[in-house]
C-alpha cells in the first residue's frame, strides 16, 4: 500500500485547483485543465473475484476481506457562499474495494461516520394524489441523506485528457453512480457544474450500517482499465448535499 | 429582465383575516402528497410570530450584492396539522373533551388576532402573503442548477420540478420563507401566481375567492391596471421588507392606521393606534409618506369631494380590480424575442 501521506498531498493539489476552478478566471481553469491529466493521481487496484456479483452485492460478504482496502484520502469542497456555515473535514477518508466478475465492476465503499442519516421516506404513490383521501406526509423540511458515489468518464478518455472533476465538462462527459441512503440508486449524467440530471436508471446497490460506518456495495456495468474513477461522500447531518460534499480526485483503473 | 411584470397589490384596511384566499390556494395547488405543512398563500396576524414561525428573523435576502446566511425552517415552524384523540375519548370512555393530540405546539396561523399593547390598547392587522415573484429573486441566485427561473414573458417567479433536486438552497435563500420543501417528491415547491388561470384570462385564485376584495391584479407595467396605478401613480402601495434587496412584486396598501380610540379626529400620526415604528419595521420608512397621503385622501373625500384613489381603492367590481392581459403577454412572449 502507498503512504497515506504522499496520496494525500498529491490530492491536496487537486483541492487547490478545484478551488481555482471555481474562483478563477478562464486562464486558471485552462492551467487547471490542463494539469487534469493521468499524470496526476493514484491508480486503482482491481481483484478478479471468484464469486458472482450478486454475492459481493453484499457489502459485508466474507469475499471483500480476501481483497486488500485501498484507502483514499477525502477533500472536503469549499462553501458555495460566504454565508455558509464553514465545514469541518470530518471524515478524512474512504476505503474502497474493486472487483471484477463476470463484465461486472463491483465496488465496496467503507467510511467512518458517526451519525446515520438515513431517515426512512414513503414513496411518492403512483395513484394520483386527487380523490385519495390520505395523502403521504412530509416528516421533516430540514434533513438530508447520507450518500455516495462513483463517476467515471462517459466517453473513453483521450490521449489521457480526462474531465473536470466537476462534474465533467462539455467535451467530456461523466457518468455517476449515485447510492442516497433514503432515496436508493440512481443513475446521473452531467457535462459540467450544475448539469446533472438522472437519466431514469437505477442500478444494483446494497448498504449497511454498522459500528458508526457505512459499508456499501454498488454494482457498475464493465468498466475498462485505464479508466480515471472519483468518489464521493456526502454526509446528512452535516447538511451535505450538491457540491458540498467529500470528494476524492481521479484514480486510474488498473 | 422580463417584458411584463405581473403584480398584486393587497389592501391591509380591507382583509378580514378569513382564510378564504388560504382555502382556495391550498385546495388548487396543495392538496397533494408532502404538501400538509405548505401554505402557498398564507394569513398571518401581525404584530406575530408569523408563518412559518419567526419567518423574518430566520434570515436570506441580499446584503451588499452578498446572499444572506439563513438556516432550514422546521416542519415544527411550519406547523403541521394535527390529529384529534377520538380513539381515547369516543371508545375507551375517558370523560374528558376531544383534544388535539400530540399536544400541539405550532400551527399556522398559531397566534392569530393576539397581537400586541400599545400603552393599553390592544392591535394587530392581518398579513395575506404568496411568492412576492421578485425582480431580483435571491433563490434564483441560490439554485446551482438553474432550476428557478423568472418568466421572461409575464416577470412570474417559477420552479422547474425537473431540475430540482431538492438542495434547498433557495428554501433558506428567500428572506420570506416562501419556497417550501416536499420530502414525499423530494423537490422544493412554491406558488406559481396561478400562471396556468392567467393564461385563460383568469384572475389567480387568492384574490377571486376574496371576500373582503383586497386584491388587485395586473401588469406592473400597464399604464391601464389598477397595480400601475396604486403603486406608481397613487403611490400608496409599498413591498415587504424593502431592505431585504430582492424587489417584490407584491405591494400592501398599509393600515390608514387611525388615531386611538381616545383621541378620536386626532390625525393619525399624532397618536397612531398602530405604533408607527411596527410599520416602518414591515414596510419601511416610506411608509410614513403612504399614511399621510391616505389621511387626506380621506379627509377629501370626508369633505364631500371625490378620492379617485380611494374610489379605485374600494374597488367595487373585478374589472376595477384585476386587469389580466394574457393576448398582451402572448403576443409579446411569441414575437420572436428570447424567452
Same mark, same amino acid.
Given at each position: 500500500?502507498?503512504?497515506? @501521506? ?9 483541492? /487547490? ?12 481553469? +485552462? ?6 491529466? &493521468? ?34 484520502? /477525502? ?5 458555495? *457562499? ?28 467503507? @467510511? ?22 390520505? +395523502? ?15 463517476? *467515471? ?5 483521450? +490521449?489521457?485528457?480526462?474531465?473536470? /472533476? $466537476? ?21 446521473? $449524467? ?21 459500528? $458508526? ?15 480515471? /474513477? ?8 452535516? $447538511?451535505?448535499? &450538491?457540491?458540498?460534499? *467529500?470528494?476524492?480526485?481521479?484514480? +486510474?483503473?488498473? | ?10 389592501? #391591509? ?69 394535527w390529529e384529534f384523540d377520538y380513539e381515547q375519548r369516543l371508545y375507551e370512555g375517558k370523560g374528558k373533551p376531544v383534544m388535539p393530540s400530540p399536544d400541539p ?15 393599553? =390598547? ?38 422547474? %420540478?425537473?431540475?430540482? !433536486? ?32 392567467? !393564461?385563460?384570462? =383568469? ?70 393606534? #398602530? ?21 387626506? =385622501? ?9 378620492? !379617485? ?18 393576448? #398582451?403577454?402572448?403576443? %409579446? ?7
Amino acid at each position: 500500500m502507498r503512504t497515506p @501521506w504522499k496520496i494525500i498531498a498529491a490530492l491536496g493539489c487537486s483541492f /487547490l485547483a478545484a478551488v481555482f476552478v471555481a474562483h478563477g478566471t478562464q486562464a486558471q481553469q +485552462k492551467a487547471v485543465k490542463a494539469a487534469a491529466t &493521468d499524470s496526476v493521481g493514484m491508480s486503482l487496484r482491481v481483484a478478479a473475484a471468484p464469486s458472482r456479483a450478486e454475492a459481493l452485492l453484499d457489502p459485508m460478504a466474507a469475499d471483500w476481506t480476501s481483497i486488500p482496502a485501498q484507502r483514499v484520502a /477525502l477533500n472536503r469542497t469549499p462553501r458555495l *457562499y460566504d454565508t455558509e456555515a464553514p465545514s469541518e473535514l470530518e471524515i478524512p477518508f474512504v476505503d474502497v474495494r474493486l472487483a471484477r466478475t463476470a463484465g461486472k465492476l463491483l465496488v465496496q465503499m467503507t @467510511w467512518r461516520d458517526p451519525t446515520q442519516d438515513a431517515p426512512e421516506i414513503a414513496k411518492l404513490p403512483s395513484a394520483p394524489a386527487e380523490g385519495r383521501p390520505n +395523502k403521504e406526509l412530509t416528516e421533516a423540511t430540514d434533513r438530508f441523506s447520507d450518500s455516495a458515489a462513483v463517476m *467515471y468518464p462517459t466517453r473513453p478518455v483521450e +490521449k489521457g485528457q480526462w474531465p473536470s /472533476l $466537476q462534474m465533467g465538462d462539455p467535451a467530456n462527459p461523466v457518468s455517476i453512480y449515485f447510492w442516497n441512503a433514503s432515496r436508493g440508486a440512481a443513475r446521473m $449524467q452531467a457535462e459540467g457544474r450544475g448539469t446533472t440530471r438522472r437519466t431514469g436508471e437505477t442500478f444494483p446497490a446494497r448498504a449497511v450500517y454498522r459500528d $458508526q460506518a457505512w459499508h456499501v456495495a454498488m454494482e457498475l456495468a464493465d468498466v475498462p482499465p485505464g479508466t480515471p /474513477l472519483a468518489f464521493a461522500i456526502w454526509n446528512g447531518s452535516q $447538511q451535505d448535499r &450538491d457540491g458540498r460534499k *467529500y470528494f476524492t480526485s481521479w484514480m +486510474k483503473l488498473e | 429582465m422580463s417584458h411584463h411584470q405581473y403584480a398584486m397589490v393587497m389592501d #391591509l384596511n380591507k382583509c378580514l383575516g378569513c382564510q378564504t384566499c388560504t382555502i382556495a390556494c391550498k385546495k388548487l395547488w396543495t392538496d397533494r402528497d408532502g404538501t400538509q405543512h405548505m401554505y402557498w398563500n398564507n394569513v398571518e396576524t401581525r404584530p406575530g410570530i408569523g408563518y412559518p414561525r419567526q419567518w423574518d428573523q430566520i434570515g436570506g435576502g441580499w446584503k451588499d450584492g452578498q446572499l444572506q446566511p439563513s438556516r432550514q425552517p422546521t416542519l415544527e415552524d411550519y406547523g403541521a396539522p394535527w390529529e384529534f384523540d377520538y380513539e381515547q375519548r369516543l371508545y375507551e370512555g375517558k370523560g374528558k373533551p376531544v383534544m388535539p393530540s400530540p399536544d400541539p405546539v405550532s400551527g399556522p396561523n398559531w397566534d392569530e388576532d393576539v397581537g400586541a399593547l400599545n400603552g393599553d =390598547e390592544n392591535f394587530y392587522f392581518y398579513l395575506p402573503r404568496i411568492c412576492n415573484h421578485c425582480t431580483n429573486p435571491a433563490c434564483l441566485a441560490a439554485c446551482p442548477r438553474q432550476a428557478i427561473y423568472k418568466r421572461t414573458e409575464d416577470g412570474i417567479v417559477v420552479l422547474d %420540478q425537473e431540475r430540482c !433536486e431538492g438542495y434547498r438552497y433557495c428554501v433558506a435563500a428567500c428572506p420570506y420563507k416562501k419556497i417550501y420543501f416536499n420530502e414525499i417528491t423530494g423537490k422544493s415547491e412554491k406558488c406559481i401566481f396561478c400562471y396556468p388561470r392567467l !393564461e385563460k384570462g =383568469e384572475v389567480n385564485a387568492c384574490a377571486a375567492q376574496c371576500p373582503g376584495r383586497l386584491r388587485f391584479v395586473g401588469l406592473l407595467d400597464d399604464p391601464g391596471s389598477a397595480v400601475h396605478k396604486l403603486v406608481y401613480v397613487y403611490k400608496a402601495a409599498l413591498p415587504l421588507f424593502p431592505e431585504k434587496g430582492t424587489e417584490p412584486n407584491v405591494f400592501y396598501v398599509p393600515p390608514f392606521n387611525p388615531p386611538k380610540r381616545t383621541n378620536y379626529g386626532k390625525s393619525i400620526l399624532e397618536d397612531p393606534r #398602530l405604533p408607527l415604528d411596527y410599520l416602518i419595521y414591515l414596510f419601511g420608512p416610506a411608509v410614513k409618506d403612504v399614511i399621510v397621503r391616505l389621511e387626506a =385622501e380621506l379627509t377629501r373625500a370626508q369633505n364631500g369631494g371625490i378620492s !379617485e384613489l380611494l374610489q379605485l381603492l374600494i374597488g367595487r367590481d373585478a374589472e376595477t380590480r384585476y386587469q389580466v392581459r394574457p393576448q #398582451l403577454v402572448q403576443i %409579446q412572449a411569441g414575437n420572436g424575442r428570447p424567452l
